[in-house]
């Protein structure tokens, strides 16, 4: 079945570091792709998103851009921000899914220092 | 205007009482998911409905655990006689399907801690 697989954390990083963390799945056909994050004492929310290979999804400053070739989703920032200490999920919408549901990967912890 | 709100949001329960958990998803939104989020098996999906019927039920770990949704809106998740393991952050979820969008919007949760 559909799966989804990423760096485990937690990542430590100073200010203004550059940021990888690295996402792969496994799905029959094209899949929706996303990066969702949960900053602490908060819900879920969408941080961005890439339905066809080659698109790159953008907010925030973070970009991942959408691999067939190498069946990859990687989220990148060229400089974090203490504020951006959160825990991030790669999930990913398969074509077969009814309805759309999301199947996410285990969830990286970010920790940014001053 | 409002997001998806669930309640209660933190809920205390002993082994073996039932208990609901209450979505309320945004307005005009016909698609609804229930997730379980706990320390041990991450962000996994219970159910999806598509209006008041729901066609994906794979997720729902046991037949103590049962939803439903009313009027296309408001949904209940309801755990029967519960267990150690069910405790975890009850998240819900709604999109419109817009498009050939799966875009989601997530509820704060509901924390279950069963004693």
């Known amino acids: 079945g559909d799966s989804v697989t990423q760096m485990e954390g937690p990542v430590t990083l100073s200010e203004e570091a550059f940021l990888t963390i690295n996402c792969t799945y496994t799905?029959?056909?094209?899949?929706?792709l996303f990066w969702y994050v949960q900053y602490p004492g908060e819900g879920l929310q969408l941080l961005l998103k890439?339905?066809?290979?080659?698109d790159k999804g953008s907010n925030k400053g973070f970009e991942a851009t959408y691999r067939k070739e190498t069946t990859s989703f990687h989220l990148e920032k060229g400089s974090v921000q203490v504020s951006d200490s959160a825990v991030y999920f790669c999930?990913?919408?398969?074509?077969?899914?009814?309805?759309?549901?999301?199947?996410f990967g285990q969830g990286t912890e970010l920790s940014v220092k001053p | 205007g409002a997001g998806v709100s669930q309640s209660p949001s933190n809920k205390v329960t002993e082994k073996g009482k039932d208990v609901e958990l209450r979505c309320d998803p945004i307005?005009?939104?016909?698609?609804l998911y229930w997730y379980r989020q706990s320390l041990g098996q991450g962000l996994e999906f219970l159910i999806y409905?598509?209006?008041?019927?729901?066609?994906?039920k794979s997720g729902l770990p046991s037949d103590r655990f049962s939803a439903e949704r009313t009027g296309g809106s408001v949904s209940t998740l309801t755990i029967q006689r519960t267990q150690q393991e069910d405790s975890a952050v009850y998240l819900c979820?709604?999109?419109?399907?817009?498009?050939?969008?799966?875009?989601?919007?997530f509820g704060p949760g509901t924390r279950l801690t069963v004693t």
């Open positions: 979820a709604s999109s419109s399907l817009a498009g050939g969008s799966h875009e989601q919007y």
């Open positions: 799905a029959t056909g094209y899949p929706s």
């Open positions: 890439a339905t066809k290979a080659d």
């Open positions: 999930a990913l919408s398969g074509i077969y899914n009814q309805g759309g549901k999301l199947i």
């Open positions: 307005s005009g939104h016909t698609a």
């Open positions: 409905f598509q209006g008041n019927s729901a066609p994906d």
